[in-house]
C-alpha cells in the first residue's frame, strides 16, 4: 500500500506540472522531472507493477483532469506567446492591443514588419483603415465579453496587396497565473509572401484544380468572393462552389481553417524568399513527400517519390524525426545509383489521413504500404526500416511476401526489454516508452504540452532538447545541409497533433520480435556507434540470435546517421536494391 500510495503522489506532482504548464511555458522541464519520477521509482528502475495497477487510462478522475489540461492548453497558447515576458519570441510579429488606452506593444519582428517603433497609438500603426477597424473592435470585445475566444484573421498594411494571417486572442495582465484581469487583444501575425513554390506545394497537398488554386490565392490574399467572382469574370456561385470544392479537398470546414492550414503549409515549402527584407534562408533543397494517393476507400496517403523513375524500387519506412525527407544531394545520389525511392507518411503523418478507426493504427500502415507499392510497381522491393518505423517495416515485408525481396535496418533499434534497454535511453526517450504502453493518454498530453512550448520557443530549441543527450547528434544539427531535413520533419510528425506520436509509439514499443522472425527475406542492418536510443551491442546480440544477419557499425553515427553518413547509407542501400 505505501507503494502504491507514493506512485498517487507522484502522479499528482505530474498533474500538477501539467496544470502549471499552460501558464509558465518555461516549465517544461519541471514537467519532465515529475513524469520521470512517475514512471521510475529510482533513476535506473521502471515501476511497471504500479503502473499496471494504476489502469491509469480509465480512471474517470485522471481523464477528466487531463481534459482540462487540454483545454487549457487550447485557451492559453496564445496568451503565453504574446505575454510581455515572451513577446522576444523570433517566431512572429506579435502585437498587444489595449482597447482603453489605444496604445500598441510590439516585439521587434512587429517593428521591422510595420516599420516603426513600439509602443504607438494605433491610428498610427501601419494598417489599412478596415484590418485598424476590425482589430480595435476585437480587443474592445475581448475585454467586455465573457465568452471571447481565439479567433484568425486576415490583416492587411496600408498600401499593401498581400493579406497577412493573424491569431487573435485575450492579452492578460503579468498576474494571468493567479487570474489576472484581461487587458485587451493579443496578435500573432505570419508576414508571409506567397512565392508559386509555396502555393504550388499547397496545391499538390489539396489535390486542386489550377482554376481552384487561383481561387486558394485569392482567398489568401484577403479577397471576398464577389472580389474574386469580379476579377477573374465569373458569378459569385461559381466562386462559392469551388471555395467549397477546395474546403472539401482540404477537410477544413470553414475557411479561416483552409487559411491556417495553407499558411502552415506555405511555411513548410517555401524556400525563405518570402522572409522580410529578402533574408532568405540558406541550405539545400529538401525533397518532400508532396504526392497524393487516394485508397480505393477515399483515404489519401501522402508519400514522395525520389531518384531514378526507372528505377529499382526501395520503400523507406520512415523515422520519426526526419521523416520521409532527404537533401538534394541524396536525391541525385539515387538518381545516379538507379533507385527509385517510395516514401509514404504513416497514418496522420504530414497530409496523410488518420485511420478511420485508431484502433486500427497498424493495419492502416500496412495497407496503405502495401496498396501504393501496388499501384507504383509490380517489382521486387527492398523494404528499409528508418528508426522507430521498423515494427510496421517488418508487418509490411510480411504483407508484401515475395515481393519483399529484402530488408535493410537504418538505426532501427530492437524490440524493447524495459529491464535491460530503458536505463539506458535518455530521460524523454525513457518516458515516451513506458507512457505508449501504460498511460498513453496522459503521455498524449504531456506530448501536446511539448509541441505547444517547444513551437512557441523555435523548432531549434525543440530539436536541441530532442536530442540533448546526444552530443554528435547536437553537432550535426549546425550542419545546414542536416538542420532542415530535422526541421521538416518534426512538422511533418507533429502536424496533426499528438495522437499518431502514441500509437507509432505503441507500434514500435510493441514485442515485434515473431514479425521479425516470420520474415522470409534477407536482412542487413547498419547502425551507429553514438545511437542514443539503442546501444549497437544490443543489435549485434539480436541479430545474432534470430540468424546472424550482419550488422555494420558506423561507429560515429548517431540519430540523424543516414543523413551525416549518407554515402554508407547510399552503399548499403544500392547493394540491397541491386542483390
Known sequence: MQDMLSHSDRLLNLLDKAYDAPFRPDSFDDLMRAAHEFYFTRADAAAPHALEAGDYDNNRMITSHLDRIERLLNERELENRAHPGNIASPALSTLLIDPATGEVEGNPNAREFFGHDFPVHIRKLNLDPASRTDLMQMARQAVGQEGFTTDIR??????????HLAKCGRWVSAQYSTGGETRGLAVSIVHFQWSAQALAFCRSMFDLSASETDVLAALLNGKSQ?????????????????????????????????????TTYGLIADDGSSLPQGRAATGPAIARPDRIFTRAD?????????????????????????????????????????????????????????????????????????????????????VVAHQGGVSHACRIAAALGSQAKNMVMV??????????????????????????????????????????????????????????NSPTDLAHLEDPRIYPICEAGILHMIEQGAKALIHDGKAAMADWEADYAGLRCPVRWLHGGCDPIIRPDFVEEFAAAHGGAPVEIVEDGGNTMHLSHSEIFHRVIAEAASS
Request: aromatic share 6%; net charge positive; with cysteine.
Open 226 to 262: 464577389t472580389e474574386i467572382a469580379e476579377d477573374r469574370c465569373r458569378s459569385v456561385e461559381t466562386i462559392k462552389s469551388q471555395s467549397k470544392a477546395i474546403l472539401r479537398k482540404s477537410g477544413c470546414r470553414r475557411i479561416t481553417d483552409l487559411l491556417v492550414l495553407a
Open 298 to 382: 477515399g483515404r489519401k496517403v501522402s508519400y514522395g517519390l525520389f531518384g531514378d523513375p526507372a528505377g529499382k524500387p526501395v520503400l523507406f519506412v520512415h523515422g520519426l524525426v526526419q521523416g520521409p525527407f532527404f537533401p538534394a544531394d541524396m536525391i541525385e545520389r539515387f538518381r545516379k545509383d538507379g533507385i527509385r525511392v517510395i516514401a509514404p507518411s504513416r497514418p496522420s503523418f504530414g497530409r496523410t489521413d488518420p485511420p478511420r478507426d485508431w484502433k486500427d493504427f497498424d493495419r492502416t500502415v500496412v495497407e496503405d504500404a502495401r496498396l501504393l507499392v501496388a499501384e507504383l510497381t509490380g517489382e521486387p522491393v527492398t
Open 154 to 163: 486576415l490583416v492587411k498594411r496600408r498600401q499593401d496587396d498581400a493579406a
Open 411 to 468: 538505426s532501427a533499434g530492437v524490440p524493447i526489454d524495459e529491464e535491460k534497454h530503458i536505463a539506458h535511453m535518455g530521460m524523454q526517450t525513457r518516458i515516451a516508452a513506458l507512457g505508449v504502453k501504460y498511460t498513453p493518454r496522459i503521455l498524449e498530453t504531456m506530448i501536446h504540452i511539448g509541441i505547444v512550448t517547444w513551437l512557441r520557443k523555435g523548432l531549434k530549441p525543440y530539436a536541441q532538447n530532442l536530442f540533448s
